[in-house]
């Protein structure tokens, strides 16, 4: 673990031990404290920034947010960072007929169509994660390279369109051959395979995209379910 990311981890575990509760501590003493310098401090302090568990008033220091401790906080190694560091650049788009596999994702008819997007996502320049997507044409007449190349999920709120959950897997896998040419890494290297579904208020399945990332990390802190455990020692 890199010395800022434990800074940030550890920081974490004080604001959930109510050991800093309002205010952090200043630089120069997070400093001393963790025995580094103080250019690791401002980076740990920019990612508990970029992760919503502080905020930073100027000539005042960080501050905790109060609603931190009351909700789950999940982050990963692409929302961690803000959305000017993170760009998209298009491998492929076709408009293409559902297949019987796409049918059943998203309850098409018989002759319905879906875009199949191919594209990159970089964080500062470098490329981490390649995307495969798609998108029902019913939902997203408009489909272009100007649009594949900025947030989908903007896109998708800026047609209107609420967005409620999403359903995400997560699997390790080795990077294939074609993907690495791609992401400009080795064939074979360990990746996270992440498979998302996305919902809309209304029920309707809006994108379904598979990531390869050959950077992953995520961090959770969920709530302890005492029901989930109860069922799982019935089994």
Same mark, same amino acid.
């Given at each position: 673990?890199?010395?800022? *990311?434990?800074?940030?981890? +550890? =920081?974490?575990?004080?604001?959930?031990? &109510?050991?800093?509760? %309002?205010? !952090?501590?200043?630089?120069?003493?997070?400093?001393?404290?963790?025995?580094?310098?103080r250019?690791?401090?401002?980076?740990?302090?920019?990612?508990?920034?970029?992760?919503?568990?502080?905020?930073?008033?100027?000539?005042?220091?960080?501050?905790?947010?109060e609603?931190?401790?009351?909700?789950?906080?999940?982050?990963?190694?692409?929302?961690?960072?803000?959305?000017?560091?993170?760009?998209?650049?298009?491998?492929?788009?076709?408009?293409?007929?559902?297949?019987?596999?796409?049918?059943?994702?998203?309850?098409?008819?018989? *002759?319905?169509?879906?875009? +199949? =997007?191919?594209?990159?996502?970089?964080? &500062?320049?470098?490329? %981490?994660? !390649?995307?495969?997507?798609?998108?029902?044409?019913?939902?997203?007449?408009?489909?272009?390279?100007?649009?594949?190349?900025?947030?989908?999920?903007?896109?998708?709120?800026?047609?209107?369109?609420?967005?409620?959950?999403?359903?995400?897997?997560?699997?390790?896998?080795?990077?294939?051959k074609?993907?690495?040419?791609?992401?400009?890494?080795?064939?074979?290297?360990?990746?996270?395979?992440?498979?998302?579904?996305?919902?809309?208020?209304?029920?309707?399945?809006?994108?379904?995209?598979?990531?390869?990332?050959?950077?992953?990390?995520?961090?959770?802190?969920?709530?302890?379910?005492?029901?989930?455990?109860?069922?799982?020692?019935?089994?």
């Amino acid at each position: 673990m890199k010395k800022y *990311d434990f800074v940030v981890q +550890d =920081i974490l575990s004080k604001i959930y031990q &109510n050991k800093i509760s %309002v205010k !952090l501590p200043a630089e120069r003493d997070l400093a001393e404290s963790y025995a580094v310098s103080r250019f690791t401090i401002r980076k740990a302090l920019s990612k508990l920034e970029a992760i919503g568990v502080v905020t930073a008033k100027l000539g005042a220091g960080h501050y905790v947010k109060e609603s931190v401790r009351d909700n789950p906080l999940i982050y990963n190694s692409i929302t961690e960072n803000s959305f000017n560091e993170i760009s998209y650049k298009k491998v492929s788009l076709h408009k293409k007929l559902a297949t019987g596999h796409d049918k059943n994702i998203f309850q098409f008819g018989e *002759d319905d169509y879906i875009w +199949d =997007i191919k594209r990159l996502r970089l964080v &500062n320049g470098a490329v %981490v994660q !390649l995307e495969n997507t798609k998108l029902p044409v019913s939902l997203f007449s408009k489909m272009t390279a100007e649009i594949i190349e900025s947030s989908l999920q903007n896109h998708t709120l800026d047609l209107g369109y609420d967005i409620a959950r999403y359903l995400t897997n997560y699997k390790a896998v080795n990077v294939s051959k074609e993907d690495a040419q791609l992401l400009g890494c080795k064939k074979g290297i360990a990746a996270m395979s992440i498979n998302n579904r996305g919902f809309l208020s209304t029920g309707e399945v809006f994108i379904v995209s598979e990531v390869v990332d050959i950077d992953y990390n995520c961090t959770y802190l969920v709530p302890f379910n005492s029901e989930n455990i109860k069922m799982r020692g019935k089994k």
